[in-house]
């Protein structure tokens, strides 16, 4: 019966040690994650209903990027504790403006931030500290940002949502971009977004 | 089978605690993983009500920062941080780098401390942008401020810990906190609110 248990438990180390170094878990990756995973995600409700309406939701029901009223969505992964997330706040909030001021693409496009590791309070900190005007969720217990792959941040998603289509995500980008504008004409030209002649 | 599951325990608790916390794009390449550590590993050697121990240590940004300086004049929160260039210690301060004004709000001063030698406290907190706080090195005689508080663990290290002290000098909040994980900021901001200004 021990030598079973020992072998037990040396399989068991086995099997941590392969997770381990396979790096399928534990990587921050910078590669684009699982579609699947990111569009199958449940997000929590917003409760500012300011941010509710703007992202099209009914009160207080979870819901996944799919349900969101736009085509596309920019994901931004964050934490309130990463100096390169405060760092870059003022020009995602530029994004922000950019998009809100283009007649076209305001109802189109839309941001959500993700504070990965983040309370509800200190997401709260971080969007009066930088005056973020879109919905920033918190991902306390690191659930969504494992779930995408224990990415790095800032971390930017554009998944774009089409009915017949489904939910794809088309780019995805570690780190601070260079400029809300070129980020913005990416995100257009990538996703197929084109303003009528 | 007990001896199975404990074994899937650590396992599992190693896979998923490691890499959750200092994924700003800003560390990259600079962080080293210990692993996960035993939560705690000391002693607390003070608790609320009791009058802080004093001390003097080195500033970062030159001269001796005393605990007697601030007496009479502000309420002081001490943030032991195990040590520098690890995934927990270099997010949490960068967090408390943008609430300024909740410190200022409630009379307070925050000094951070590591056991590390000055030069390593140096290039450690640059990287995080301009730190509003003093950082104090409490390398030499190694650890004997963690000694006093009792938060200098069995390595060398000291624990993640936050102690916090009011205007007479008398602690009012002793907390030591599982040294993987990043203390929740709400818990520090509700003391520091209860602090006679």
């Known amino acids: 019966m021990n030598t079973f248990r020992k072998k037990g438990c040396l399989l068991l180390i086995a099997i941590g040690i392969y997770f381990l170094f396979s790096g399928s878990l534990l990587s921050a990756s910078d590669s684009l994650p699982s579609k699947v995973l990111v569009s199958e995600i449940q997000l929590p409700a917003p409760k500012n209903p300011a941010d509710i309406n703007y992202l099209g939701l009914k009160e207080g029901a979870n819901f996944k990027v799919n349900q969101v009223s736009a085509n596309v969505v920019i994901v931004e ?63 306390e217990n690191f659930y969504i940002h494992k779930r995408i792959g224990e990415v790095r941040t800032p971390y930017f998603l554009g998944i774009s949502i089409d009915k017949q289509a489904g939910t794809q995500v088309f780019y995805s980008k570690a780190g601070k971009f260079k400029g809300a504008e070129p980020f913005l004409e990416k995100i257009i030209q990538l996703s197929g977004l084109k303003k009528e002649e | 089978m007990t001896i199975l599951i404990k074994a899937f325990s650590v396992i599992s608790l190693f896979i998923w605690c490691t890499t959750a916390f200092g994924f700003s794009d800003a560390l990259k390449g600079n962080i080293y993983s210990p692993g996960n550590l035993k939560p705690t590993d000391s002693v607390l050697r003070v608790e609320a009500g009791v009058v802080a121990p004093v001390f003097s240590l080195p500033a ?5 920062i005393s605990l007697a300086q601030y007496r009479g004049k502000k309420n002081v929160v001490l943030s032991f941080v195990p040590a520098a260039w690890t995934p927990v210690c270099s997010d949490q301060w960068p967090g408390y ?9 409630n009379n307070a001063i925050l000094l951070g401390i590591t056991v590390d030698n000055i030069p390593t406290l140096f290039a450690w907190t640059n990287q995080m942008g301009n730190l509003w706080f003093p950082v104090l090195s409490d390398f030499w005689p190694h650890g004997a401020v963690a000694n006093k508080y009792g938060v200098l663990r069995t390595d060398g290290t000291a624990e993640r810990a936050i102690f916090v002290i009011d205007m007479e000098g008398i602690i009012q909040f002793a907390h030591v906190n599982d040294i993987n994980k990043r203390p929740r900021l709400e818990i520090l901001v509700k003391k520091l609110e209860r602090l006679k200004k």
């Open chain 2, 97 to 105: 780098n943008i609430i300024k004004d909740i410190f200022s709000a």
């Open chain 1, 77 to 139: 992964i964050f934490s309130m504790y990463c100096p390169a997330c405060q760092r870059e706040a003022p020009e995602v909030n530029r994004l922000y403006s950019i998009i809100k001021e283009d007649p076209f693409f305001k109802d189109k496009i839309k941001l959500i931030g993700i504070g990965t590791g983040n309370s509800e309070f200190e997401v709260g900190v971080f969007k009066k500290k930088y005056n973020v005007p879109f919905p920033l969720i918190p991902d």
């Open chain 2, 60 to 64: 970062v940004s030159g001269g001796r």
